[in-house]
């Protein structure tokens, strides 16, 4: 495989931005064996999931050309791509792109062109801790309730040992506590807007969303919560401090990593929590990487690409790290693997929730957009943003619920109004 994507005239330089997810540091402690057969070398620029948002997005969006290859995912990619800020991919046969899901292939197009290289695919789930709820006489249904949620997190919780009867994302950001609050906000009934591009914040299934997710949390959340993501949640639930944690299914393989992980032998998994439907109770996300039409080295880049998303790739994860960890939800071979499906018992759950994902019915009623966890929009990132910074004002204590949502249905509908939507 590598031999097939060294293509590079000469050597070159690339700068790379992502994310600092388990998955991509696992990328980085790799990627000198592409360097070393390619001649070529990697400037990093590991950061923070919203910091590196926002950098990509600035430097993109002004064609800054800062970097040579951007981490981002199935939100951004068809809209730059149509946009002709990113560099469409073809990459050898020997990639073999009819292994990556169709799915994933789909939210990563425009114009029926690939425009980003899938690392790994999510959707979310819940995780629990199957030797407390034994101890408490509680069992986990296949497809759990946000009210029996409640129910089993008052149950868990015992601050004086520091466990927490559930873990949610707290941390302000359109794909931190956004991506819970809005599969949230789905289950509740509720959307962003109706048919007619009206917002539908300040609704009733928002404000029972919203004061579920801060009365929880306040009952039964760890202390610190507003700083909350992805990564710190992941540390909690490894080192014993949460009884059940709803995220993304990616976290899979780091809970079950006897390396870094202290539960790995005590951990069960179910489906994501719904309310009065499950339509858009699961997310569906792909982290994936792109070349901007701004790289002055895109043959380098692509050939990155084709190295670090191939199935060689996952297998070389697998060889070095263990097949727990290998990156989940794009490729067909890795849930054939039977060294994966033997180390990963959460392998099939994984794959369907990921394959079941449907980003054309997000909720509950119709919608016109797409996007589970988020609206496909240009104007969404920033109004993504904004509302979950006031939904953190509100699980912080600075604002009410009725306060927050009342100005997110201004500030949303000004936004959309000001875009031409209506």
Known sequence: M???????????????????????????KLAPKWEAATGNKINWVVLEENVLRQRVTTDISTKGGQFDILTIGSYETPIWGKLGWLAPLEFPASY?????????????????KLYAAPFYAESSFTLYRKDLFDAAGLKMPATPTYAELAGFADKLTDKSKEQYGICLRGKAGWGENMAFVDTLVNGF???WFDMKWNA???????HDA?????DLLHR?????????GFNENLALFTTGHCAMWVDATSAAGLVYDKATSQVWDKTGFTAAPHGVTANGTGWFWAWAMAVPTTSKNQDAAKSFLAWSTSKEYVELVGQTFGYTVLPPGTRISTYANPNYIKAAPFAETVKASVLTADITKPTMNPVPYVGIQYVAIPEFQAMGTEVGQLVSAALAGQTTVDAALAKAQASVSATIEQAGYK
Do not use: C, E, H
């Not at 073999?96 to 029926?112: E, H, I, K, M, Q």
């Not at 039964?220 to 909350?228: A, K």
């Open 2 to 28: 590598l031999a097939a994507t060294a293509t590079v005239a000469q050597a070159a330089t690339i700068t790379i931005a992502t994310v600092n997810n388990g998955d991509m540091i696992k990328m980085q």
């Open 200 to 206: 539908t914040i300040d609704t009733k299934p928002w």
């Open 189 to 191: 009934g509720g959307q």
């Open 210 to 214: 919203l004061n579920y997710y801060v």
């Open 96 to 112: 073999d792109v009819n292994d990556v899901f169709p799915g994933v292939r789909d939210a990563l197009s425009a114009n029926g």
């Open 220 to 228: 039964d959340g760890p202390p610190g919560v507003t700083g909350n």
